[in-house]
């Protein structure tokens, strides 16, 4: 084992290409692969959903849910296509789910509609829970097999 530096840079982890073929062999599994497919897809549902349910006169909901939407499903494909380079983002997808969910309580003049709650509540539970999957991946790949 190589002695490790004074330097807190990750260039220089005396195993980081163990840690890397770690993180990559957790992140190949079809397990791992059905997450981020399911991620990446709750993202783009995220984004569209305001056209899709029709959130009728909120511009600012509909943009947040545009923006969330667009940066999970950027988050996602990063887990799907570098997964070893990308699992410590892995932490920011509860949390983009969870805005998700109480968007429409903190937006100033979002109308609380049935269709705009459960579609908010549904989409946000489904990425938040894609996000828990995906850290739970990253703890698999801190494991040593």
Known sequence: MAVPTTGSSIEHHPDLVEMRARYEKAGSTPVAQIVEGLAFLSGLYIAISPWVVGFNGTTSLAASNLIVGLAFAVLAFGFGSAYERTHLLGWTAPLLGAWVIISQWV???????????????????????????????????????
């Open 107 to 145: 937006i100033n003049g979002a109308p609380d509609t049935a269709q705009i709650v459960v579609n908010n509540v549904v989409a946000g539970g489904v990425a938040a829970l894609c996000g828990f999957a995906v850290m739970g991946l990253a703890l698999m790949g801190r494991r040593k097999t």
